[in-house]
């Protein structure tokens, strides 16, 4: 399986949004997922890893 890297900051700025959501991530096979409503298929979505 591929590794996505991750940039580390600290502050990110983001223009024109339609909204959010939050979703707890879920283990699916060796890996995990998000899900997400179905309005959002075929968009691009960014996740933010946060540190709790």
């Known amino acids: 399986m591929r590794r996505i ?3 580390v900051s600290n502050e990110l700025t983001v223009k ?3 909204g959010y959501f939050e979703k ?3 283990r699916f096979g ?3 997922k ?3 409503p179905k309005e959002h298929l075929g968009k691009k ?3 933010l890893v946060l540190e709790t």
Do not use: F, H, R
Request: aromatic content about 0%; hydrophobic content about 45%.
């Open 5 to 7: 890297k991750q940039e």
């Open 24 to 26: 707890n991530i879920t």
């Open 34 to 36: 998000i899900d997400a």
């Open 45 to 47: 979505v960014i996740v």
């Open 16 to 18: 024109n949004i339609k």
């Open 30 to 32: 060796n890996g995990a």
